[in-house]
């Protein structure tokens, strides 16, 4: 079945510095790509996704790439303000198998 | 429309005690998911559901039971619960299985004695 990396477990950003978190996925079957963010306390919600016919995805200050060859995705949050300190999960699907998650990140933005 | 509402939000439990999570969702979704969560951990599958009457074991089934009775609801069941067990547990919908988004509820914390 699928397996996803996901990278660094933890990371700690200034205020207004950018933000990469990178994973990894096993299956080249894979065609689904979307982003979760958690605050604190608070339920998992979508951020961003792309498929895999396409190689990148921008919506304001965050972006994904994805380098199919490689099997590796990431996300991009660019001017980091509090707000984006959360934890964010990666995940990849393909068809006919649920979703599987990475373990996570816990984004620090530090004013 | 209230999406994704599970019950009860918190509860502890004693070793070998049995207890039932509840999960409804308002969106004519097909699809239902059980995860639970984990310092660490992420977010791992414990059981799916393609549709009314379907259930299937996710990455980590093991001590947990479900029903889908209903399309709009989707319930997890621990039989005799372990501390093993103590987590947070999602419940989420999603109106595909391949490319859909999925709606989380806001969480069940569950603490074994």
């Known amino acids: 079945g699928e397996n996803v990396e996901q990278h660094p477990s933890t990371l700690s950003v200034q205020e207004g510095d950018s933000a990469v978190i990178k994973c990894t996925y096993s299956d080249s079957a894979s065609n689904y790509f979307p982003w979760y963010k958690q605050e604190l306390g608070k339920r998992p919600q979508l951020i961003i996704d792309?498929?895999?016919?396409?190689g990148e995805k921008k919506d304001q200050r965050i972006a994904v790439t994805l380098n199919k060859t490689a099997k590796h995705f990431s996300l991009h949050i660019t001017e980091t303000q509090p707000e984006d300190s959360a934890v964010y999960f990666c995940?990849?699907?393909?068809?006919?198998?649920?979703?599987?998650f990475g373990k996570g990140t816990r984004l620090s933005v530090i004013a | 429309n209230a999406g994704v509402t599970q019950t009860p939000k918190f509860r502890v439990l004693k070793t070998g005690q049995s207890m039932t999570l509840l999960c409804a969702q308002d969106m004519n979704h097909e699809y239902m998911y059980w995860y639970r969560q984990d310092p660490g951990m992420g977010l791992r599958l414990i059981h799916y559901s393609v549709g009314e009457g379907t259930t299937a074991k996710g990455e980590v089934p093991d001590g947990y039971n479900v029903s889908r009775l209903k399309k709009q609801n989707f319930l997890l069941g621990l039989e005799s619960a372990a501390p093993s067990q103590t987590s947070v547990y999602f419940c989420?919908?999603?109106?595909?299985?391949?490319?859909?988004?999925?709606?989380f509820g806001e969480g069940s914390r569950l603490t074994v004695l």
């Open positions: 792309i498929r895999s016919n396409v």
């Open positions: 989420a919908s999603s109106y595909s299985s391949t490319t859909g988004e999925l709606f």
């Open positions: 995940a990849a699907i393909s068809d006919g198998t649920p979703l599987v």
